[in-house]
């Protein structure tokens, strides 16, 4: 027998000599539970295909990072709040050590709120930041929602993803109004006022949902009970499962990716999720977290103790909400104190018409990518983002959307500009009255028609190149300004996009002279695809004969 091998117990084993060198090390503790944890969960399949998932690198991809990160930071900030935060209506005489407010009567709401802020170490630096998440959480979920209409990012495959964010919006609204009104300072409990007006305007059942969230008369004393379960559990867990669902979406679908070289819709450029995308991902939530403290130690936001409690006899001057609820504010605001009294019942049409407008405005902005896909009939997969210029009516519409915002806007704070620009408020509300009708109009007029002027510029800078400047003399004397032309890469960006023809209806009758029938559907689609995608809507991308022409000869 070989001296490398032994004979032990009627086996066979390597001899010692080489046993060290060919036996492998014994896997450690981590390995040990990896191993455990992917033979019950399929932890490495999983992570095989997507640790690696390529994603664009892209700055306006970070705003719905932004909205991610400041999100984590309301769950953390809000964690840290409940835990000092009594909600309950009930009354209490304030003996604090914020001396302006001893002896007055207030609910103990408002009195924890007062103890956050002055008593509990680094419970007014966490209010503030809590606040200031919630508008940023907002906003960077209302940029980011316009930053993928306005390329086009809601086409299929990502409808339902689309969806999942506009809920998010919704119920971002909302949960910022119960958690506006949790303190029960003057300023929120004006704000829990006006809800209660546009609730009471409700025909028929207003009265009785007035009654059942208030517990009675309001303002009640179970508005603030309630509130706080809404604010802190229920809504924030729907949106934690939409979040949660709209990642999943987003890594499923693969990010969308702006037209450039190598850009198509079967495949990304861009970086690997681990470990550089993480490494990004990481540094930046640090960074929004860094702002929104800095935002929170030094800018002073919603300083309850400055408003006082509520008092239903009282209104604060200048109540305003939060930007957000602004546009809902300024409906109502500048329409006019319209009654109809009839059957013993009133009307108030003044409250009743702006409260339904809202909704219909969130309402159009949900099923608008529905409705686009409706008119172009288009089924395909889209990954290549648009540009703007080359869709002048879809970015039109959002460009007068968001005029009519502003607009409202500057009618919901009627009163502080009249104050701070010293003009009459009556001034003000005629003028917002018919800049409601008559500016989203001018908006989407002149954004449209600077899309053609951009378009226009792309096809000549395809054609002729870009100017250099530079002036140069023919040998018969004339001057003419040198072109360069442009690279390879930059005339694949400016042509790529698709110039589909609209839907028609075609004609009306067949080869064999029979009528077809047209149903009123087929006629409105005809009609709202060629408003969208007709010849109107788009200067013709140059073709490759007519660069040809252009670029063969001696031209400049």
Not at 220 to 243: Q, T, Y
Not at 487 to 516: C, K, M, W
Request: charged share 15%; hydrophobic share 45%; with cysteine.
């Amino acid at each position: 027998m070989d001296d490398a091998a032994r004979t032990v117990n009627g086996q066979a084993r390597v001899g010692s000599s080489t046993d060290s060198a060919r036996r492998a090390d014994p896997p450690g503790k981590g390995e040990k539970v990896a191993d455990w944890a992917d033979g019950r969960l399929g932890i490495y399949s999983l992570a095989k295909a997507n640790m690696r998932k390529v994603f664009p690198d892209h700055w306006s991809f970070m705003l719905g990072e932004v909205c991610l990160y400041s999100f984590l930071i309301l769950i953390l900030t809000g964690i840290y709040l409940t835990l000092f935060f009594e909600p309950s209506g009930a009354e209490v005489v304030y003996h604090g050590s914020y001396g302006p407010m001893n002896g007055i009567i207030m609910t103990k709401a408002y009195e924890s709120t007062l103890h956050i802020s002055f008593d509990v170490r680094g419970g007014l630096l966490i209010r503030q930041i809590h606040h200031w998440a919630a508008l940023v959480f907002v906003a960077g979920m209302f940029v980011h929602m316009m930053r993928v209409f306005f390329t086009g990012a809601f086409r299929k495959p990502r409808e339902i993803n689309w969806l999942f964010g506009w809920t998010l919006l919704f119920l971002a609204i909302l949960t910022g109004l119960t958690g506006y009104s949790l303190p029960d300072d003057l300023l929120s409990g004006t704000g829990v006022r006006f809800a209660d007006g546009a609730i009471l305007s409700i025909p028929i059942v207003g009265t009785y949902i007035s009654m059942f969230l208030f517990g009675g008369e309001f303002p009640g004393h179970d508005i603030i009970s309630r509130f706080f379960p809404i604010h802190v559990l229920l809504l924030p867990g729907i949106m934690l499962g939409l979040v949660v669902a709209h990642l999943i979406l987003v890594f499923y679908h693969k990010h969308t990716q702006y037209p450039g070289p190598g850009h198509d819709q079967k495949s990304v450029v861009g970086m690997p999720f681990l470990p550089v995308y993480m490494a990004k991902a990481g540094g930046f939530f640090f960074l929004v977290f860094g702002v929104l403290a800095l935002m929170g130690g030094i800018a002073t936001i919603n300083p309850v103790w400055a408003f006082g409690p509520y008092r239903p006899d009282l209104v604060t001057t200048g109540a305003q909400p939060d930007w957000y609820l602004g546009f809902s504010e300024g409906l109502i605001r500048v329409m006019p104190g319209w009654e109809i009294n009839a059957w013993g019942h009133t009307l108030e049409l003044g409250v009743l018409i702006p409260f339904s407008v809202f909704p219909l405005f969130l309402l159009a902005i949900g099923v608008y990518p529905f409705i686009e896909a409706w008119i172009t009939g288009d089924r395909r997969e889209h990954h290549i983002l648009d540009r703007p210029r080359n869709t002048p009516v879809r970015t039109a519409l959002g460009v007068a959307w968001l005029s009519l915002y502003v607009v409202l806007l500057i009618g919901g704070g009627n009163d502080i500009v009249a104050t701070h620009l010293h003009l009459a408020i009556n001034s003000i509300t005629w003028f917002v009255r018919i800049s409601v009708f008559v500016v989203p109009v001018l908006a989407f007029v002149v954004t449209k028609r600077v899309c053609l002027g951009l378009q226009r510029r792309d096809r000549d800078k395809v054609l002729h190149g870009r100017e250099t400047g530079l002036i140069k003399m023919l040998p018969h004397g004339e001057y003419i300004e040198v072109h360069e032309p442009l690279t390879q890469e930059s005339l694949f960006t400016l042509t790529q996009h698709e110039q589909d023809p609209p839907y028609e209806i075609g004609p009306l009758e067949d080869a064999n002279g029979v009528r077809r029938k047209v149903t009123l559907g087929q006629r409105v689609r005809a009609s709202l695809a060629k408003g969208m995608f007709g010849p109107d809507t788009h200067i013709p991308k140059p073709t490759e004969q007519e660069y040809r022409e252009i670029t063969s000869g001696d031209h400049h």
